[in-house]
């Protein structure tokens, strides 16, 4: 079963607009932790936050912000005031102790950001 | 400390070839992983080390993939008799401790012809 889900395949916005990229997750641990990760076309997977289980603070890096909810199993990635540089794929990703804290990642969403 | 680096960047091997490839971790780093990506999709947890022990293994790692790390340091993925399905990009990362997060490698590109 699919631990990470990233229902959005592909994304195109005009620069300038938000932009959320949805991620739920599914896990069975009480202790686990959430990221994303950025792919741009170069290939290279670039860190861009880390959230444990028991922080459900949102955070804001920036024009980045993280939305997690533990109600809806949910951390949601927004882009405020889309550059074309953000065009890239993201990855959400579920890190818990029952694998050893492997990387379990979503499929990814495809962000193409238009001039 | 330059991160991680992945030796070659890119290999091209026919079918039934060995490939071998290398991981050079962050130093201080004590788990080390690698893991599997095809076109249009999240890469994939192929195995881990904590220092020198193989601690786990994923069912896509056939008898065919086999991983090292010899004295906790680098780290070799070799694959025997490869075939058109390895074709993929095949990534490293490193972690002081796997809860704090991962510097992945640039990766190694295999196509098998």
């Known amino acids: 079963a699919q631990k990470v889900t990233q229902a959005q395949t592909e994304i195109s916005v005009v620069e300038k607009e938000d932009v959320t990229l949805d991620c739920v997750y599914e896990?069975?641990?009480?202790?686990?932790?959430l990221f994303w990760y950025k792919q741009p076309p170069s290939g290279e997977l670039v860190f861009l936050i880390r959230?444990?289980?028991?922080?459900?603070q949102n955070e804001i890096s920036g024009r980045y912000s993280w939305n997690f909810q533990k109600s809806t199993s949910s951390f949601n990635f927004t882009i405020t005031a889309s550059q074309v540089v953000d065009s890239a794929v993201y990855f959400c990703?579920?890190?818990?102790?029952?694998?050893?804290?492997?990387?379990?990642f979503g499929k990814g969403t495809s962000l193409l950001v238009t001039p | 400390d330059t991160g991680v680096s992945q030796d070659p960047r890119h290999k091209i091997t026919k079918r039934g070839q060995n490939v071998t490839f290398r991981c050079d971790p962050i130093?201080?780093?004590?788990?080390l992983y690698w893991y599997r990506q095809t076109l249009g999709q999240g890469p994939e947890f192929l195995t881990y080390f904590q220092n020198e022990a193989q601690l786990e293994k994923s069912r896509l790692l056939s008898d065919r993939f086999s991983a090292e790390r010899p004295k906790g340091s680098f780290s070799t993925l070799e694959i025997q008799r490869t075939e058109q399905g390895d074709s993929a990009m095949y990534l490293c990362?490193?972690?002081?401790?796997?809860?704090?997060?991962?510097?992945f490698g640039s990766g190694t590109r295999l196509t098998v012809v």
């Open positions: 896990t069975r641990d009480t202790t686990y932790y």
């Open positions: 990362a490193s972690s002081a401790h796997g809860r704090n997060g991962y510097t």
């Open positions: 959230r444990n289980s028991f922080d459900e």
């Open positions: 990703a579920l890190s818990e102790a029952e694998s050893g804290y492997a990387l379990n």
């Open positions: 130093s201080e780093h004590n788990r």
